[in-house]
């Protein structure tokens, strides 16, 4: 408040000063406990250090002038408020240092509890518990370990070795058998490893101990795991982390104490009930790390009745608040309940359907907050398959279903060993006691994360569930020795290497390679499951779900497919025509025989008899394609091979031909073919001779072609049926090119369709940057354009398709050149730019123009988006991703001031 008077920026903020909706500024963390607590709920008291605070300390190396005075106001007052001072040898106030970003990072970044303590104020501490001489030691212990960990760097295992080889003095495995003095010996053992790692003795000045973790706080914003979990989340980079200086409550003050997690509804079904776990005398990172294995939430209602009520009536009064799936962290002190945390709580993909479902029921959203609530990766997700279960499997262990899904693969049990295995190929089921942040790499390459400790709310588990893959955690019967690189359960020992599957929706993990099923949604949308009938709480919510996008998006969802099989199968996952069928397709298998004929062919006659030998093959291709789409328009593309992938390989033919030479072969055709293969060899055939241009240099080939889709529609429409073909010419890049190809094209179809009805559409791919640039000419002679975003990301960047991915995108990832590849996501800035420019200039020469996109980025997520801001009629993708395209298209047409659902 000084700040803003004195005109000074503001850069901390008390809890009666923030709402929900500050997550920019104050974090996510922050914001929510500002709401908590203008509601009136149980929250200790304290304050936010802005986002902004840890940009500019990020950017400068240094806090920002006026945050230190700040910080010493607010400080003041929770002083005041809490009647107790930090330091105070009688009677000390302590604090935490949370972390909390825009976006949830579960356990990326760093806390640190207990800040306050020292050798004087402890010993206040412990006459504050009551005479509680352990829970004192014990507290000041953990913050050496903390702070020495998280803001000195002191390794953590040094910590841990010491607390072990206190314990086996004593001869026990629990922490809780170490008395007061145990707990002394061991502060005295830890401040021994800080000042040999770090040079000086353990700080004793409390407003020293909360500088430097503030300051660690704003550092972990760039810790290693930290930026690796922004990238796979796709979190912007420069957004920084808040930090809540919080008063401690304790968990850990007796059995009349604890700390837990919980629900508002189940996050791995969407179930509505109380989902949770409780730990008795204990605090928050005990259940977060799984160190100790929680009892279910439901146990709390004997522990301690009130509060359990009490946490009832919180929970339900948060879900109505935030009308959303609440998660909630809270500690009992002595039978005093606090909510130390509330945020809307990450969930898998089924639940984010049934929940968006349930609260439309429940009147609390309306459908479109529905439909912006959940997204196409969700739903992709759901469409992959689940295990195939009979007798013959038997589960050997049942863990916590923490993350849904099913995943086989090899044993490993390092984060090393996941990445290197991952790499040659290998499907790997990640093993661990239990994971922490560091394994973040292993958890990224495995296909399944299986751990003998924790629950649904460890890290492991949240951080798999956000990542949507595959994890059991808790299966406790495991006996996992990692140095020995093997895991013992129920007499099977299961080494590095075996094949394991596990289930994440049961929790049951299976020796061997268990078969796998399909989705229910996948079986909804084949028609094989009728949602109005059907007691599959998620199959009716992704029905009422996509009918609404369905009736809001603007975007039409046609898909790429060259076969009948293909078409059907998109057809009846909702697909409103084909935007592109590859005719180059076509021409492989037992056709390439005809295909080398034509290119080989040795004047006009021998090349035409090879084209009038396609010609009925083709048409029976398009006659099969357009019955299947019934009247729907099919956009049929000229051929378009790149003639590498056409003509057999150089090298092979060359030795083929030696070989048969040696043994006195006749080799006359294959050395006809060598032969043309080495005149027609091209250095970069990607930019060669395809597309259009192979058309205008092969005689009659596209005619054959336009003769063929004619035929098949006049075909199909003297059978009664019906038929809508768009010719599209590949490779474009100047208009020239396009109204040779038309006028050739426009003859032959007026020659046959005569006056059967059929009118055939002619346009062009702008994939190429120039014809982007010369729209406006293009569109002169064009009825449509479709974007190839594929050549279009590839000649826009100068990035070889084939190529680069695997040579050196990893690099360019790493480096933050771009957060996801362009091939996969639409670089909106460059390769948009010229969708952008196409679009206007093109429909400012023809309008009504028709665009389009059939590129792979037709059924991204994120480019799906883009297509609809840019104005396109229609996205065109693999059958598979349709009914994503549906989904995130009707997402795109909604605007909700709702929540991100991220
Ligand atoms: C494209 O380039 O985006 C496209 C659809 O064509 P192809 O992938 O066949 O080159
Ligand atoms: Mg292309």
Redesign the pocket.
């Known amino acids: 408040m000084e700040a803003q008077e004195s005109g000074e920026h503001k850069y901390v903020y008390d809890f009666a000063e923030g709402n929900k909706d500050l997550k920019d500024l104050l974090g996510g963390k922050g914001a929510n406990l500002a709401e908590m607590t203008n509601l009136g709920l149980p929250v200790p008291p304290g304050f936010t250090i802005t986002t902004e605070a840890c940009k500019a300390y990020l950017t400068t190396g240094r806090e920002p002038d006026g945050l230190a005075a700040q910080i010493e106001a607010h400080l003041e007052s929770l002083e005041r408020e809490m009647g107790r001072r930090l330091g105070d040898p009688d009677d000390p106030l302590l604090v935490s240092v949370r972390s909390g970003a825009k976006f949830s990072m579960p356990g990326m970044m760093e806390t640190v509890l207990n800040v306050g303590l020292n050798d004087h104020s402890v010993v206040g501490l412990s006459a504050q518990s009551g005479g509680n001489d352990r829970f004192a030691w014990d507290s000041y212990r953990r913050l050496i370990q903390m702070f020495g960990k998280t803001v000195c760097e002191v390794p953590g295992e040094e910590f841990e070795h010491a607390l072990d080889e206190i314990k086996s003095a004593k001869g026990t495995h629990n922490d809780l058998d170490l008395n007061a003095d145990d707990l002394r010996g061991l502060v005295d053992a830890y401040k021994k490893i800080f000042a040999k790692h770090t040079g000086r003795e353990f700080p004793q000045e409390p407003r020293e101990q909360l500088d430097l973790a503030i300051r660690a706080v704003f550092d972990s914003w760039n810790a290693e795991r930290a930026i690796l979990y922004r990238r796979q989340e796709r979190i912007p980079a420069d957004l920084g982390t808040a930090v809540n200086v919080v008063a401690m409550v304790f968990g850990n003050l007796g059995p009349d104490s604890g700390t837990g997690v919980a629900f508002t509804r189940d996050p791995g079904s969407g179930a509505q009930g109380i989902y949770g776990d409780y730990l008795a005398n204990a605090q928050g990172e005990d259940v977060v790390a799984g160190i100790r294995n929680t009892v279910p939430l439901q146990e709390l209602e004997q522990l301690d009745k009130t509060s359990y009520d009490q946490l009832l009536g919180i929970m339900a009064r948060l879900e109505g608040h935030y009308k959303d799936l609440c998660d909630i962290e809270f500690t009992i002190e002595r039978g005093k309940l606090w909510m130390l945390q509330t945020r809307v709580g990450k969930r898998t993909a089924a639940a984010a359907f049934v929940i968006a479902g349930q609260l439309v029921d429940e009147g609390l959203i309306d459908l479109d907050e529905a439909l912006h609530r959940v997204n196409g990766a969700q739903l992709a997700q759901l469409m992959f398959p689940r295990f195939q279960l009979d007798h013959e499997f038997e589960a050997v262990a049942k863990g916590i279903g923490a993350s849904p899904g099913a995943a086989s693969g090899k044993v490993v049990f390092t984060s090393a060993r996941a990445v290197e295995l991952a790499a040659e190929g290998e499907a790997v089921i990640l093993v661990r006691r239990e994971t922490n942040p560091d394994d973040l790499n292993g958890m990224i390459a495995a296909k399944g994360i299986l751990t003998s400790r924790g629950g649904k709310t460890s890290h492991a588990a949240v951080v798999a569930r956000g990542m949507g893959k595959t994890c059991v955690s808790g299966a406790d019967e495991l006996d996992v020795n990692v140095p020995a690189k093997r895991f013992t359960v129920g007499g099977h020992v299961v080494n590095e290497g075996d094949v394991v599957s596990i289930d994440g929706t049961t929790g049951k993990v299976y020796l061997g390679e268990v078969p796998v099923m399909p989705s229910e949604v996948v079986q909804y949308f084949e028609g094989e499951l009728d949602p109005e009938n059907t007691d599959d709480a998620l199959v009716r919510s992704v029905h009422r779900i996509m009918t609404h996008a369905d009736a809001a998006r603007r975007l039409r969802v046609r898909t ?1 497919a060259d076969t009948g099989t293909d078409a059907a199968r998109a057809r009846r996952f909702g697909a409103e025509g084909i935007g ?1 069928c ?1 005719t ?1 397709h076509m021409f492989l298998g037992d056709r390439r025989e005809l295909v080398e004929r034509l290119i080989l062919a040795h004047g006009d006659r021998e090349r035409e008899d090879a084209l009038a030998a396609l010609l009925p093959l083709q048409r029976a291709d398009f006659i099969e394609i357009f019955r299947e789409m019934d009247g729907l328009p099919v956009t049929v ?1 000229l051929i ?1 091979p ?1 003639l590498h992938e056409f003509l057999p390989p150089l090298e092979q033919l060359a030795v083929n031909v030696a070989v048969a030479q040696e043994r006195g072969e006749d080799v006359a055709k294959e050395e006809a073919l060598l032969a043309a293969v080495r005149r027609m060899h091209e250095e970069n055939p990607m930019l060669g001779l ?2 259009v241009r192979l058309g205008l240099v092969i005689p009659g080939l596209f005619a054959m072609q336009v003769r063929a889709i004619a035929e098949a529609a006049v075909a199909v429409v003297r059978d009664g049926g019906k038929a809508c073909p768009e010719i599209m010419v ?2 474009v890049g100047a208009v020239q090119e396009l109204e040779t190809v038309r006028a050739e094209a426009e003859r032959i179809i007026a020659e046959v369709v005569g006056d059967s009805g059929v009118e055939v559409l002619i346009g062009t ?1 702008i ?1 190429v940057p120039r014809a982007a640039l010369t729209a406006g000419q293009i569109a002169e002679a064009a009825e449509f354009f ?9 000649m826009g960047w100068g990035f070889s ?1 084939d190529d680069v991915e695997g040579a050196f995108f990893w690099r360019y990832l790493e480096l933050g050149i771009f957060g996801i590849s362009p091939f996969e996501s639409i670089d909106t800035d460059g390769v948009g730019r010229l969708i952008r420019i196409a679009a206007e200039e093109g429909r400012a020469a023809r309008p009504g123009l028709k665009l389009g ?6 059924g991204d997520p994120d480019s799906v988006h883009f297509f609809h801001e840019v104005g396109l009629d229609y996205v ?1 993708c693999s059958p598979f991703r349709v009914p994503v395209a549906r989904l995130e298209a009707g997402r795109a047409a909604i605007t909700t001031t709702g929540s991100d659902s991220r």
């Open positions: 790429n592109l590859r180059e593309r378009d790149p395809r597309g590949p490779l791919m994939e479709s974007f190839g975003t594929n050549d279009l990301t590839q398709r996109v059939c590129g792979e980025h037709g065109s």
